[in-house]
């Protein structure tokens, strides 16, 4: 394993803060608003790497690191993630040198994953950030899934039992931010006082991944 996969500490203050959320419940969306926030953007949106294929207008290395299967094991099996779950029948995992490179940084760290990969961190790295965005209603979770028209019935099927599933779990997050139709700017604005008030909160706080 290289250096760099090895990870390290990041300057005292800084923040590994990882969103999550069932499909659908639009955590892209609130992660592109949270970019253009002024206090957020010497802040690090970590990409992740996935098996599964691009979708139309998706960019490698933008959206995802879209890696072959074997390539993707080749890294778990190295070590160089910081954790690799499966979800939806593909495979995820987070790069955990860009990680150790942004705390390293001074920078803080902001990781989408699902409740999987968020639980496999949270016991790595305990002083990690867990925020849960929720749906204003089941029934507004799967109207929005329809909408996207991005999966097959099949695939649609599969999320909405996932969801139920990672729902269930949203206690075992410290936050849970409602993110209302329409209402993104608002569930960004949200997430970034909880990102501040943890920084203020724990100035001395050391992530070591």
């Not at 499909?23 to 802040?43: F, N």
């Not at 499966?86 to 390293?104: D, I, K, M």
């Not at 001074?106 to 849960?132: C, N, S, T, Y």
């Amino acid at each position: 394993m290289s250096e760099d996969a090895r990870g390290g500490g990041g300057r005292p203050g800084t923040q590994l803060v990882i969103i999550s959320g069932p499909s659908g419940v639009g955590k892209d969306t609130i992660i592109e608003a949270l970019r253009g926030r002024p206090r957020m953007r010497d802040s690090h949106f970590v990409v992740t790497c996935t098996t599964r294929g691009r979708r139309p207008g998706e960019v490698d290395g933008v959206d995802y690191h879209f890696l072959s299967p074997e390539r993707f094991r080749r890294l778990e099996d190295a070590g160089e993630l910081l954790e690799a779950n499966e979800v939806h029948g593909n495979r995820y995992g987070t790069p955990r040198a860009e990680v150790a490179r942004a705390l390293a940084d001074g920078r803080d760290v902001i990781l989408k994953i699902d409740v999987q990969g968020a639980q496999d961190v949270k016991e790595r790295v305990p002083e990690a950030v867990l925020i849960f965005v929720v749906p204003p209603s089941n029934e507004a979770l799967v109207e929005r899934l329809r909408a996207r028209a991005t999966e097959s019935a099949e695939e649609l099927e599969i999320r909405q039992r996932n969801a139920a599933v990672e729902l269930a779990l949203q206690d075992v997050y410290d936050y849970s931010v409602v993110n209302e139709t329409g209402q993104v700017a608002r569930t960004a604005e949200r997430i970034e006082e909880i990102i501040a008030s943890e920084r203020e909160a724990h100035l001395d706080r050391q992530v070591v991944v």
